[in-house]
């Protein structure tokens, strides 16, 4: 019998495969193929809407959208001007050195 068709909600299992959170769903991306997870739809663990993950994006266990995680960074909302992608790496990298993404 065939799934109900949905959008995952991704996040990385310790083993570094990515698996769907949502309780109905099993699916998972097994080793040989976790790189694929660019480029595919997740819901965002900040706000729950759909969104494209990336390789910046993937960075983080749970990923959140780029909106959520400008705003958790600097405070920023969806009608204000983003940071750059430049001032984006470096939160990243501010993140990753206060443990909040590994």
């Not at 309780?23 to 694929?36: G, M, T």
């Not at 909302?77 to 990243?92: E, H, I, Q, T, Y």
Request: with cysteine.
């Amino acid at each position: 019998m065939a799934g109900k068709k949905h959008t995952h909600k991704y996040y990385k299992q310790g083993t570094g495969t990515w698996a769907c959170a949502l309780l109905d769903c099993s699916h998972f991306l097994p080793l040989n193929v976790a790189e694929s997870i660019s480029h595919r739809s997740s819901i965002c663990w900040g706000c729950n809407t759909k969104f494209d993950l990336d390789e910046k994006l993937i960075k983080q266990d749970k990923p959140k959208c780029y909106e959520c995680v400008e705003f958790e960074l600097f405070g920023a909302s969806k009608k204000d001007n983003l940071p750059d992608l430049s001032d984006f790496d470096r939160a990243l990298k501010l993140m990753e050195q206060k443990k909040k993404i590994s």
